[in-house]
T-cell receptor, first 115, second 112 residues
Framework: GAVVSQHPSWVICKSGTSVKIECRSL??????MFWYRQFPKQSLMLMAT?????????EQGVEKDKFLINHASLTLSTLTVTSAHPEDSSFYIC???????????FGQGTRLTVV | GDSVTQMEGPVTLSEEAFLTINCTYT??????LFWYVQYPGEGLQLLLK?????DKGSNKGFEATYRKETTSFHLEKGSVQVSDSAVYFC???????????FGTGTRLKVLA
């Protein structure tokens, strides 16, 4: 099946620094990827849609200047949490779609802790 | 708006017990419905799906039927195993855009 890989799996950073999370489709080209965020004991919430070669589309309430998304190639999308603060601590997970399939394929997620 | 309500866990069962995890949804139109499973340290894996009313998705002994009249998509398995211990997410795609709406997830623990 289609494999989506995220890196890193977990990261701890200091408040005020920026953190980059990578989402790669390993065996297929993904023109569209999605980024979700999960708070403890809550649902995964869609943050943004990432399209190769164009600007990301953010969901209502998501700060685009805080969460920078770049989809520079057909196999890689990155999420950069800028000037991270403890409230940004969360589980971030990406998904990608492959033509011909009715479901999305998910990465393993990244646990971000800001201290 | 569109939403998914999933029973809270954790659910603890003995091996070979019957499993039901309830999932109900609110959506306009005809969404696709999914169950994803997340094993410890891994990503979300598609367990099963249904794309129209009365469809039954099944995989690895798990089943769920798309019930439009009750807006439900309950997950069932007749005999759970220790290896089924994981977190299960119910999700819907309301408009076929792959922008999923998830339930909160239900943690299942199966004891030997």
């Amino acid at each position: 099946g289609a494999v989506v890989s995220q890196h890193p799996s977990w990261v701890i950073c200091k408040s005020g620094t920026s953190v980059k999370i990578e989402c790669r489709s390993l065996d297929f080209q993904a023109t569209t990827m999605f980024w979700y965020r999960q708070f403890p004991k809550q649902s995964l919430m869609l943050m943004a849609t990432s399209n190769e070669g164009s600007k990301a589309t953010y969901e209502q309430g998501v700060e685009k200047d805080k969460f920078l998304i770049n989809h520079a190639s057909l196999t890689l999308s990155t999420l950069t949490v800028t000037s991270a603060h403890p409230e940004d601590s969360s589980f971030y997970i990406c998904s990608a779609i492959l033509g011909g399939f009715t479901e999305a394929f998910f990465g393993q997620g990244t646990r971000l802790t800001v201290v | 708006g569109d939403s998914v309500t999933q029973m809270e866990g954790p659910v603890t069962l003995s091996e070979e017990a019957f499993l039901t995890i309830n999932c109900t949804y609110t959506a306009t139109g005809y969404p696709s419905l999914f169950w994803y499973v997340q094993y410890p340290g891994e990503g979300l894996q598609l367990l099963l799906k249904a794309t129209k009313a009365d469809d039954k998705g099944s995989n690895k002994g798990f089943e769920a039927t798309y019930r439009k009249e009750t807006t439900s998509f309950h997950l069932e398995k007749g005999s759970v195993q220790v290896s089924d211990s994981a977190v299960y997410f119910c999700a819907l795609d309301p408009r076929g855009t792959y922008k999923y709406i998830f339930g909160t997830g239900t943690r299942l623990k199966v004891l030997a």
